[in-house]
């Protein structure tokens, strides 16, 4: 496996696929590695492209990278990469900093997107002392969460005490300022001029994913120009671990309508 990797950001290679083979780049969530990314890639097409970034929120940083934006640091390591993707496929936080860099104004970052469990808030959903407590809820919940995902099936042989006290470690090791940089994408996320994203895109939510509610994924993608939401009432926030075969499906589908309207455009030119 190749890798390009600076002291922030890196690239790491998951399938060289071939020649002028769709390219498909993954961008990982807030103390989530590349690595979450080797389940969706394995079920995509082995002649594709497939990198995974290695974004500065991995686990285990110093936070020190917050005096820039979360797009800035993605589009960092987009440009390690040296083309714009066919696809961007990013979760959680990761996501957000995708949706950051599609609302920007300047060039698109890919030709599609697929933002999985991203964090959106609505314009009119009020920042109060009820929305912090529930944000910071929500969060420790995904921490533990993400623990079990990682474990995949091991999760269940494990004694529950052994696991619950490996998920308390995850939470002291994470931290709060973890968390408060969440809740400042999430506040932040308000003010995405979301009629900007023009590449097409999938906005995929889950019903078992307390971090982006069915109305808040509707007004998401009903907000862009050219997305679409997949919502499955089972999903959770790590979906893409748990259900990579759909995911992957997907961003397959994704990739090929895209594919197929830039030849159909450029044949009628």
Do not use: K
């Not at 671990?241 to 594919?259: K, M, N, P, Q, Y």
């Amino acid at each position: 496996m190749r890798e390009t990797v600076t002291h922030e950001v890196g690239v790491r290679t998951l399938s060289p696929g071939g020649p002028g083979a769709p390219l498909v780049v993954f961008a990982h969530g807030l103390e989530d590695s590349w690595t979450s990314w080797l389940p969706v890639a394995g079920e995509l097409d082995p002649a594709w492209r497939a990198l995974a970034l290695e974004l500065p929120w991995r686990p285990g940083n110093d936070y020190a990278w917050r005096g820039r934006s979360p797009g800035h640091w993605l589009a960092r390591a987009l440009d390690l990469v040296g083309e714009a993707p066919d696809a961007l496929v990013a979760h959680s936080f990761g996501a957000g900093a995708a949706l950051e860099l599609l609302c920007a104004g300047g060039p698109a970052p890919a030709a599609s997107a697929a933002l999985v469990c991203p964090l959106y808030r609505m314009p009119s959903q009020p920042v109060g002392w009820h929305a912090f407590d529930r944000s910071r809820t929500t969060f420790m919940q995904h921490v533990r969460d993400s623990v079990r995902a990682g474990m995949g099936s091991r999760a269940d042989t494990v004694d529950p005490a052994v696991l619950a006290a490996m998920m308390e470690l995850a939470l002291d090791r994470v931290g709060p300022i973890a968390f408060l940089t969440v809740f400042e994408q999430f506040v932040a996320s308000a003010a995405l001029r979301l009629e900007n994203a023009a590449p097409p895109a999938i906005v995929l939510a889950g019903g078992a994913d307390p971090t982006l509610s069915r109305r808040a994924a509707v007004a998401l993608a009903g907000a862009m120009p050219d997305a679409r939401l997949v919502y499955d009432p089972g999903y959770d926030h790590f979906c893409h671990i748990r259900h990579a075969h759909r995911i992957a499906g997907l961003v397959a589908d994704l990739v090929g309508t895209v594919r197929a309207e830039t030849r159909t455009a450029g044949n009628h030119r």
